[in-house]
């Protein structure tokens, strides 16, 4: 990940990007670490076993009474494993096992969460949530065993769980309540998986989705010279594979309609989406350099070699063009939902200074989207970057910023 941040930052200052100089009050950037009773919550794991959490701000007291109403929940990204001796390291650390887990979560690390004046998000109740699981957010093993390499692979048993805890403890079921059910990488990927199942357990509750990096085209291993073979498989077909080792959750109307045989594809965002029934608004990088350089084995280090190798201009553009090709095939022909894909070598880091589209930000566009309640045509909140000779690299993004 420091190389593909590196790789960004080269780029990104060399195209004109900005940063943030905003300063929230004094604590309003900080979430307090809540650990889940173990008796109430026997199956909320990390890896290792060690009971879950999640960071919860509640809304402040002097906001609104529909702030105070509303709930921002994202899920961590992380990556995943499928390997025993990726798995066995990962459970050592804080993306593995509670036991390291910091105390408060920093909330300006996440632009939707984060206390300041441009983000409308900014008084509603916050609660993050970490990723110790390794499966995407989407396993339901509650027992370990040798097939799970000693491991507990409990990621939507978290899910279940912090939604049950800001039930009984926040209210977040009350009649009229806002759920903005959100996530970043393989948080975004469990955002399409778990949404349909959260929005059901939640019926007198609004229930949006809105994935961050987690809606890809399909993945294809990179074939240029000097490519690297990724240690993790994303392609459609490993997921039969993955989702057997996690028991990982689907989503019911998609696995319903591929059958059992097929299912195991519902665990693809792309391929699950036309199913999915909670409208959600999409935000997605046209060329993520995270799933360029980490899940397709495009070769970029030594970065100034990679900036200047004209077969790695050209998987950017590959992917530009699969990934255009793909929104429009799904999320651009929906009247409900909405999109904001920028060209920019981006993964999870849309700020409130940039990407810029139409003169807004992801997070502006989210808030609009979400507020909107006329009759909607597909070409409504539809936020699309088109570069010029339909070529990606160097990105056309207006202020792409330097962290992906």
């Known amino acids: ?15 004109g990007s900005v940063g943030s100089a905003v300063v929230a009050p004094t604590g309003m950037n900080s979430a307090a670490l809540h650990m889940f009773d173990q008796a109430t919550y026997s199956t909320a794991r990390c890896l290792d076993g060690s009971p879950f959490g999640a960071y919860i701000r509640p809304s402040p007291l002097n906001a609104s009474v529909s702030s105070k109403s509303s709930f921002l929940v994202v899920l961590n990204g992380g990556g995943l494993c499928t390997h025993k001796s990726d798995c066995t390291s990962r459970a050592k650390t804080d993306l593995g096992t509670s036991t390291v887990w910091k105390p408060t979560f920093d909330l300006s690390t996440v632009a939707f969460m984060e206390y300041d004046a441009r983000n409308p998000f900014r008084d509603w109740n916050q609660i993050f949530v970490p990723y110790c699981t ?10 370990n065993s040798t097939e799970t390499f000693g491991l507990y692979f409990s990621g939507y048993n978290n ?12 209210g977040l079921n009350h009649t009229g309540n806002t759920l903005v059910w959100a996530g970043g990488s393989a948080g975004g990927v469990g955002v399409f998986s778990s ?55 689907l989503p019911p109307t998609c696995a319903a309609a ?23 608004f999409i935000m997605e990088s ?28 050209g998987e950017f553009t590959a992917y530009g063009r699969n990934a255009t090709k793909m929104f429009e095939a799904t999320a651009m022909k929906s009247a409900r939902d909405g999109l904001f894909a920028a060209s920019c070598l981006l993964h ?44 990606f690299f160097p990105p056309c993004g207006s202020h792409c910023p330097l962290t992906p």
């Open 159 to 170: 899910v279940r769980a912090t939604v049950d805890y800001l039930t009984a403890n926040y």
């Open 286 to 313: 046209i060329t993520d350099v995270v799933v360029l350089c980490g899940f397709e084995g495009m070769p970029c280090k030594p970065i100034a070699k990679a900036l200047l190798n004209p077969e790695v201009w």
């Open 1 to 15: 990940f420091n190389l593909v941040m590196a790789f960004s930052v080269v780029v990104g200052a060399a195209l």
């Open 134 to 143: 390794g499966d995407m957010h989407s396993g339901q093993r509650t027992t």
């Open 195 to 249: 949404v349909d199942r959260v929005a059901a357990s939640l019926p007198d509750v609004r229930v949006v989705g809105a994935p961050v990096g987690g809606f890809p085209p399909e993945v294809h291993w990179s074939t240029i010279h000097n490519a690297t073979a990724p240690e993790e498989d994303l392609r459609t077909p490993a997921f039969a594979v993955n989702n057997a080792l996690y028991d990982a959750v």
């Open 348 to 391: 999870t880091g849309f700020t409130l200074d940039g990407p810029i589209i139409k003169g807004v930000n992801a997070i502006q566009a989210l808030w609009n989207w979400l507020h909107d309640n006329s009759t909607k045509t597909p070409t409504d909140h539809k936020f699309l970057d088109e570069c010029r000779d339909d070529k």
């Open 258 to 280: 591929l059958g059992p045989d097929k299912a195991f594809m519902c665990g693809v965002p792309h391929l699950a989406y036309p199913y999915l029934k909670t409208p959600s």
